[in-house]
């Protein structure tokens, strides 16, 4: 199982982040979000579009990959 960083940008651009930057907000106008326990074989990119689907939450940064949609 792996984790992905996902940033959320102000304007709403959903991509993968760098592996090392720290979850939630930035001091700009994005929020970074961690998916934990990604199966094996499934991208950033992967996680960043499914993540798109998602209601950002605002009172929580870390999320459960098995909370995405499908």
């Known amino acids: 199982m792996a984790?992905?960083?996902i940033k959320v940008a102000g304007e709403g651009l959903v991509a993968p982040a760098h592996r090392l930057a720290d979850?939630?907000?930035t001091s700009g106008s994005s929020v970074i979000y961690q998916i934990d326990n990604v199966p094996d074989g499934v991208?950033?990119?992967q996680?960043?579009?499914a993540f798109k689907?998602?209601?950002f939450p605002?009172?929580?940064y870390e999320i459960e990959y098995s909370e995405l949609p499908a």
């Open 3 to 5: 984790s992905f960083m």
């Open 23 to 25: 979850s939630g907000p």
């Open 43 to 45: 991208t950033a990119e």
């Open 47 to 49: 996680v960043a579009a």
């Open 53 to 55: 689907k998602f209601p």
């Open 58 to 60: 605002a009172d929580r």
